[in-house]
């Protein structure tokens, strides 16, 4: 997954033309009066269009997929998606306006860098929520609770927050267990930094996020004479595909590192767990304290 890309899902963007407002009324026009939107939901949507992959996969498990007129083309991908089996026996859109009006949807929700693409939308009538990328847990379950509240789903969503917040408490390391500096890195060699969701999830899970000590104040690279100079207990890295080769093996595979093969641990897993909050999170813990128990081990 290359570095556009890792912003746009990121970001929860979808990939719009500049003149989607054009695109969009050019689309009433062709498919005729049964296409125009009623311009407010009704209280129980039934035509729901997501067009944010994080965003569909909260909606799959809040409603009746009956009631979504279509995902994100992003969450049908084999191993870029943890809902794809499901994401592929729905429709889907690749986010242009054309597709979504031909799509008749009575709630559309999207992320933040596609507020352009809703803005064309709420002009045609056409009901649209626009969200922002969270980034800490508790933004993250007030995100599922507001698309509960959209879709009438209210007991669904506080049900699917508990199970977060259960999976976060089995997950987290129990008292007195040794704190590990790890970093982690996302795809184009960035590496995590503060203040996001993801260095949130490594507090929590027991690992301090090296990329502080280095003075990053962002997600960003990582120079590899700081990590020499002072390398993390742990290294992880998300993989596009099984097997496929990790920025953490090359950094640990790098001549003036070997030394460090048995001090330092490293440890990839699935890169879409990188990218989204709500119940991928679930999933998100588990894979940290996996890895932070492995490391745990290894230093003996």
């Not at 570095?3 to 009433?28: C, K, Q, W």
């Not at 626009?130 to 007030?142: G, H, I, K, R, Y």
């Not at 977060?164 to 129990?174: N, R, W």
């Not at 699935?270 to 990218?275: H, S």
Request: aromatic share 4%; with cysteine; glycine share 8%.
């Amino acid at each position: 997954m290359d570095l556009d890309r890792r912003v746009l899902i990121a970001g929860g963007a979808v990939a719009v033309t500049a003149a989607v407002t054009a695109s969009a009324v050019a689309a009433v026009g062709r498919a005729g009066a049964a296409a125009v939107i009623a311009p407010a939901a009704p209280t129980l949507p039934r035509r729901i269009v997501s067009l944010n992959p994080c965003l569909d996969v909260i909606l799959v498990q809040l409603v009746d997929h009956e009631r979504i007129a279509a995902l994100s083309h992003y969450s049908r991908e084999a191993y870029g998606s943890t809902i794809a089996p499901v994401a592929r026996t729905l429709p889907f859109t690749w986010g242009t306006a054309e597709e979504i009006i031909a799509r008749a949807p009575d709630l559309v929700i999207t992320g933040r860098f596609s507020a352009a693409t809703g803005r064309a939308l709420d002009r045609l009538g056409v009901h649209t929520a626009v969200f922002d990328v969270p980034e800490t847990v508790e933004a993250s379950l007030a995100q599922v609770r507001e698309v509960a509240r959209l879709v009438g789903a209210p007991e669904r969503g506080e049900a699917m927050v508990a199970r977060i917040e259960a999976a976060l408490t089995e997950a987290a390391p129990k008292p007195g267990t040794p704190r590990l500096s790890t970093l982690v890195f996302m795809p184009g060699g960035f590496a995590s930094g503060p203040g996001t969701l993801m260095d949130e999830m490594m507090t929590r899970m027991g690992l301090d996020n090296a990329a502080t000590k280095y003075g990053l104040r962002q997600s960003m690279s990582v120079p590899l004479e700081q990590v020499i100079a002072d390398p993390p207990d742990l290294l992880l890295s998300g993989e596009v595909s099984p097997g496929a080769p990790s920025r953490a093996l090359r950094v640990m595979s790098h001549p003036a590192l070997r030394h460090l093969a048995g001090h330092m641990s490293h440890a990839t897993f699935p890169e879409r767990l990188l990218f989204c909050g709500g119940p991928v999170l679930i999933q998100t813990a588990q894979a940290l304290a996996r890895a932070r128990e492995t490391a745990l081990r290894g230093r003996g």
